[in-house]
């Protein structure tokens, strides 16, 4: 499962994982993810979010319009 390298122009976006591990890539390298875990976008930068293996992982994304 994975959500494709993309960005989000005029939102800012904040992950929260609910459950799941995996990994996400930005301009800026790559991180693990699990459970609690936050992470921040802001505007126009691009992010790849993947699930490890044959888990399941659940997110709650909070999106912030901005000008």
């Not at 499962?1 to 904040?14: D, P, R, S």
């Not at 996400?24 to 802001?42: A, E, L, Q």
Request: charged fraction near 20%; charge should be negative.
């Amino acid at each position: 499962n994975t959500f494709k390298w993309h960005n989000h122009k005029g939102v800012n976006e904040i992950m929260f994982v609910i459950s799941g591990e995996g990994t996400i890539k930005d301009n800026d390298g790559m991180y693990t993810y699990t459970r609690g875990d936050v992470f921040v976008f802001p505007s126009e930068v691009y992010h790849e979010i993947s699930a490890l293996g044959t888990s399941i992982s659940k997110f709650v994304f909070i999106r912030v319009f901005v000008d």
